[in-house]
């Protein structure tokens, strides 16, 4: 009897101190996405949020569409980038707004439309000011307007 008592406690040990070695997985496509933007990267960096704008992610939809408009790690795609903006945009995503309204304003994938470019960025503004003050990249776009 003291011997399973012995290796029931050895084995809840070890599964107690397994259960406490281990951490969750952090890599995302997103995140190694950022990772090569950050070190200027941006084919890597195209290819990986392609990933996550397949899933839906909004951010990797923004993010993306910067490196298709400006035409870094590839080939200048400013349609694609209006697409992804604007679906990103219609659900809340502040920057992705905010470049969909510059766009319009300047005439860059789009007709130029200072009716389009306003709405969109008081569109970028509502969804900054929700956001609430501890996203930066809102209070820049709050500072912007």
């Not at 679906?87 to 470049?99: D, R």
């Not at 200072?114 to 990249?137: F, K």
Request: charged share 20%; hydrophobic share 45%.
């Amino acid at each position: 009897m003291r011997l399973l008592r012995s290796i029931l406690t050895m084995a809840l040990a070890a599964a107690v101190l397994s259960a406490c070695a281990t951490r969750p997985d952090t890599r995302s496509a997103y995140n190694d996405g950022v990772a090569a933007y950050r070190i200027q990267d941006y084919s890597t960096a195209r290819l990986e949020w392609r990933k996550e704008v397949s899933a839906g992610n909004l951010s990797a939809m923004n993010n993306l569409g910067y490196l298709l408009a400006e035409g870094l790690g590839g080939e200048r795609d400013e349609i694609v980038a209006i697409q992804l903006w604007t679906t990103a945009a219609k659900l809340g995503h502040s920057e992705a707004a905010f470049h969909l309204g510059r766009a319009y304003e300047e005439g860059t994938g789009v007709n130029k439309s200072d009716v389009e470019a306003y709405a969109w960025l008081t569109c970028a503004v509502a969804s900054a000011r929700a956001a609430g003050p501890s996203d930066d990249l809102a209070a820049d776009i709050l500072q912007d307007a």
